[in-house]
DNA sequence: CTTCTTGTTACTGA
DNA sequence: ATCAGTAACAAGAA
């Protein structure tokens, strides 16, 4: 389940490898998938360069030459993976087994590229979104999505503000909330909770100056060391090579249910919270 | 066979 | 307006 580190895992690698490059040619094997239109996607992106590759919360964009945008958003079991032209001509034969073979039967877009380089959108449950979009439309686009963590200034007064002093709402919900506070996702929602010792029921209201900044500092130190470790990959998750993330050795309690805390021992909790499975210490956790 | 999984949106009802 | 809960989307794992 991509979050905002997989989404930076992948955007950074694409960027480095596609950037300047042209759109040559698109195979669109699942139409559906692309939201504006499969029909005239040719059309808008052949010849387009691609000036950078960028991202907010989890939606990855691309910015193209004559201010044309390509919205890419995975949603749960999007995979963006890229192969030279050489790795193409192997047949799709990567060099590690670790790796995703391409294209398979999920493989729905493929984005060709001026260098005969490919990159294969994947997508399992197919959820995900691929659309163009102008200035405008991709900028209404933005704007549903809140503070950025990593990418914008993300002060503990500003968290205050997002936060308010009267929401009944539980932090669980609220963090999960994208028009508050873009990119975390149900992973990491578990992991800064039990780092910041407060429980996912605990309204907004009821927290203190205090745990607010256990709170604040841990998004920001827990989405930094993911992005270090390239992400997580629990189930379906690869980066734009095909690879695994690392973060799983550092997981606290999600998917650990059953299981012994590993600070004081007591058994790990699940529950179902803002309709998402929960996962959480209730010594640790006040 | 059933149940569970997650990101997001849409809907209902409080 | 705000929020909780649920269904929907789809496929696969257990």
């Not at 094997?29 to 991202?55: D, F, M, Q």
């Not at 964009?61 to 995979?79: A, K, N």
């Amino acid at each position: 389940m991509p979050e905002l580190p997989e989404v930076e895992t992948i955007r950074s690698d694409l960027e480095k490898k596609i950037k300047g490059l042209k759109f040559t040619g698109v195979e669109i094997r699942l139409p559906k998938i692309i939201k504006s239109g499969a029909s005239k996607l040719l059309t808008e992106l052949k010849n387009k360069e691609i000036l950078s590759v960028n991202r907010k919360g989890k939606l990855i964009y691309f910015t193209l030459s004559d201010e044309l945008f390509l919205i890419v958003h995975l949603r749960m079991t999007g995979q963006l993976i890229y192969k030279n032209k050489k790795q193409i001509i192997a047949g799709g034969h990567s060099d590690t087994l670790e790796q995703v073979q391409v294209p398979n039967k999920h493989t729905h877009v493929i984005l060709e590229l001026s260098d005969d380089s490919k990159i294969y959108y994947n997508d399992l449950r197919q959820f995900g979104v691929i659309k163009t979009a102008n200035k405008n439309e991709l900028e209404k686009e933005l704007k549903k999505y809140g503070t950025d963590p990593i990418l914008e200034k993300f002060p503990l007064d500003e968290f205050e503000k997002i936060l308010g002093n009267r929401s009944t709402r539980n932090i669980k919900a609220f963090l999960l909330d994208q028009k508050k506070v873009s990119g975390l996702g149900n992973i990491y929602v578990d992991e800064v909770l039990f780092l910041s010792r407060v429980l996912p029921e605990r309204t907004v209201q009821s927290l203190k100056k205090s745990e607010i900044k256990l709170i604040h500092e841990h998004i920001v130190k827990v989405l930094k060391l993911a992005i270090k470790e390239r992400g997580t990959t629990f189930n379906n998750y690869s980066d734009a090579d095909g690879n695994k993330g690392n973060f799983l050795k550092h997981l606290k309690v999600y998917q650990r249910a059953g299981k012994e805390c590993l600070v004081c021992k007591n058994e790990i909790y699940k529950i179902k919270l803002a309709g998402r499975g929960t996962h959480f210490c209730k010594k640790c956790q006040k």
